[in-house]
């Protein structure tokens, strides 16, 4: 059997995809993945995704240059998520200019808990995107 068909893409043909620092182990990011993006994946060695909001490939660092180097591609057990351990190129995966998505954290704050950003932004995301 092919390793393509061994995945369990949804009803949409698309599976989530973790992308994991290979070294730190942070999580960086979470996007999708459908077969064609996970193959190319493969075969690059770079993160492609694909775009929900575009429908279309997007292949991560395009615009940016942070583009997110593969060493290691991992199924979970009920085969309907992808692990990506990356090395990220620059240091930067969110397009905030943060290194990982993930950079609020549920603070108690008085009576009502809030999202407080608790990493720095390393650079703006207006001289990312030009």
Same mark, same amino acid.
């Given at each position: 059997?092919?390793?393509?068909?061994?995945?369990?893409?949804?009803?949409?043909?698309?599976?989530?995809?973790?992308?994991?620092?290979?070294?730190?182990?942070?999580? $960086?990011?979470?996007?999708?993945?459908?077969?064609?993006?996970?193959?190319?994946?493969?075969?690059?060695?770079?993160?492609?995704?694909?775009?929900?909001?575009?429908?279309?490939?997007?292949?991560?660092?395009?615009?940016?240059?942070?583009?997110?180097?593969?060493?290691?591609?991992? $199924?979970?057990?009920?085969?309907?998520?992808?692990?990506?351990?990356?090395?990220?190129?620059?240091?930067?995966?969110?397009?905030?200019?943060?290194?990982?998505?993930?950079?609020?954290?549920?603070?108690?704050?008085?009576?009502?808990?809030?999202?407080?950003?608790?990493?720095?932004?390393?650079?703006?995301?207006?001289?990312?995107?030009?």
């Amino acid at each position: 059997m092919n390793w393509l068909d061994q995945v369990k893409f949804d009803s949409a043909g698309l599976i989530p995809a973790i992308a994991q620092d290979a070294q730190s182990r942070r999580i $960086l990011m979470v996007a999708w993945m459908n077969r064609e993006s996970l193959e190319e994946t493969h075969a690059s060695g770079i993160a492609v995704y694909w775009s929900r909001s575009r429908q279309s490939l997007w292949r991560k660092g395009e615009s940016s240059g942070h583009t997110q180097k593969i060493k290691n591609i991992r $199924l979970d057990c009920d085969s309907d998520v992808i692990l990506l351990e990356v090395e990220q190129i620059g240091g930067i995966a969110c397009h905030t200019g943060r290194e990982s998505c993930f950079y609020r954290k549920l603070e108690q704050s008085g009576d009502e808990p809030a999202w407080v950003s608790i990493d720095p932004v390393l650079k703006d995301p207006e001289l990312i995107y030009k």
